[in-house]
Every structure is written in structure tokens, then in C-alpha cells.
């Protein structure tokens, strides 16, 4: 079993629409959950991260994660043509590292 | 203040050549790390390093892959005797100082390397 599970999609929305990204994972001492954009040929740029549960919202984007359920989620409001990436949620225990564990990532396609 | 650098952008190599990916932090940056992604998997943890130091290579294979950060110049990851296996994005990333700051953990934009 993956330490991070998360389905790669794709996953095609029309402009407008809320969509809805998530991840499970298994193991108990991640504390910092993050979700990237990653397009294509690039490197992934951080989009928003929070620490333990709760939600935290920016803009067009809102991250919830449950650790009770193991489960985090990213949702984007009104997404448009520009969202079209990849996104991936990636998880760190923390304690004086930025060693990342990813999920597979979930491509979504946003048309007009 | 120019991101973090990797060159070459594409790297074609032949079974049994080596590899050679480099890799300039962002200004002040002192931490850097590997990342592989294979085609339909996610990014893969390989190795972490401070100048002149492997703090954790836990996500290197064994045998012919090593990294270094040099006091002076780029991280260097090397991959002797590439073979078809290895052809994989290959991401860096650094950040001034580790851990619960990720909001200034960069990456570049990578390193595609195809082995013939």
C-alpha cells in the first residue's frame, strides 16, 4: 500500500465548476499536508499548505484536511481554463526536513 | 532574484553513458533536494544535502546514482551507467532552512532525461 493515495484522474470540468481533488494516506506522523500545480514540463509550485486538520482558504482555493479520516482535500471555486494542470498533494512529518512524501497527482482539464 | 536552476533542461543519454544533472539553489538557499518522477507516478524522494553534507539519502537506489553539494557551485546529481529505467523528470528543489517553512521551498523546473 502507498503511503499517499490519489486518484490520477483525468478529470474534466467545465469553466465554472467547483472542483473537488483529494488524498488519503496511511501514515499517522505527517503533520504538513500540501497541495502543488504542476504544468506541464514545469516544476511543481506550491498552491497552498496547512498544518494538522482544519480548513485554510485562498482566494479561489480552499484545503481541508481531516486526520481523524486520514483524508485532505483541495477545492477550487469558479475554476477557469487556466487551472488545466496537474495537482498533487504531498505530505511531510516535519521536524527539521522538507522531505515530501507525493501523491501520483490528479490531472484535471478545465474547458471553456 | 533568479528561481532555482537545473541544466541541461533535456539530457539524452546511451545505455552505459553517465549522467550528470545540476542544480543552483535560489539565493541564500542552503538546503537542496532530489526528486525523480517516473512517467504516471508521483514525485519520489531521492536524496537531501546541505553544503558539503548528504543529510539523508534514504530515497537513493544503491548502486550508481550519488549527489553532492559542493561548497562552491551546484549540486550535481550523477547516474553512472544510465539505463532505460533511469529516463525519469529529475527535480531539485532548495529552501533557506528545513522544515515547517514550505512556503519557501522551491522547485525548478527539471531535468528530462531519456536513455536510449
Known amino acids: 500500500q502507498k503511503e499517499v493515495e490519489q486518484d490520477p484522474g483525468p478529470l474534466s470540468v467545465p469553466e465554472g465548476a467547483i472542483v473537488s481533488l483529494n488524498c488519503t494516506y496511511s501514515n499517522s506522523a505527517f503533520q504538513y499536508f500540501m497541495w502543488y500545480r504542476q504544468y506541464s514540463r514545469k516544476g511543481p509550485e506550491l498552491l497552498m499548505y496547512?498544518?494538522?486538520?482544519g480548513n485554510k482558504e485562498d482566494g479561489r482555493f480552499t484545503a481541508q484536511v481531516d486526520k481523524s479520516s486520514k483524508y485532505i482535500s483541495l477545492f477550487i471555486r469558479d475554476s477557469q481554463p487556466s487551472d488545466s494542470a496537474t495537482y498533487l498533494c504531498?505530505?511531510?512529518?516535519?521536524?527539521?526536513?522538507?522531505?515530501?512524501?507525493f501523491g501520483t497527482g490528479t490531472r484535471l482539464q478545465v474547458f471553456p | 532574484n533568479a528561481g532555482v536552476m537545473q541544466n541541461p533542461r533535456h539530457l539524452v543519454r546511451r545505455r552505459g553513458q553517465e549522467a550528470r544533472l545540476r542544480c543552483s539553489p535560489m539565493k541564500g538557499h542552503s538546503h537542496v533536494y532530489w526528486y525523480r518522477q517516473l512517467p504516471e507516478e508521483g514525485l519520489k524522494f531521492m536524496v537531501y544535502?546541505?553544503?558539503?553534507?548528504?543529510?539523508?539519502e534514504s530515497g537513493m537506489p544503491k548502486e550508481r546514482f550519488s549527489a553532492e553539494f559542493p561548497k562552491e557551485g551546484p549540486s550535481i546529481l550523477r547516474i553512472q551507467q544510465v539505463v532505460r529505467g533511469d529516463s525519469a523528470a529529475y527535480f531539485c528543489?532548495?529552501?533557506?532552512?528545513?522544515?515547517?517553512?514550505?512556503?519557501?521551498?522551491?522547485f525548478g523546473s527539471g531535468t528530462q532525461l531519456s536513455v536510449l
Open positions: 504531498a505530505m511531510s512529518a516535519g521536524k527539521n526536513t522538507d522531505k515530501l512524501i
Open positions: 544535502l546541505q553544503k558539503e553534507n548528504i543529510i539523508d
Open positions: 496547512t498544518y494538522s486538520s
Open positions: 528543489a532548495s529552501s533557506p532552512r528545513p522544515g515547517q517553512f514550505y512556503e519557501k521551498l522551491f
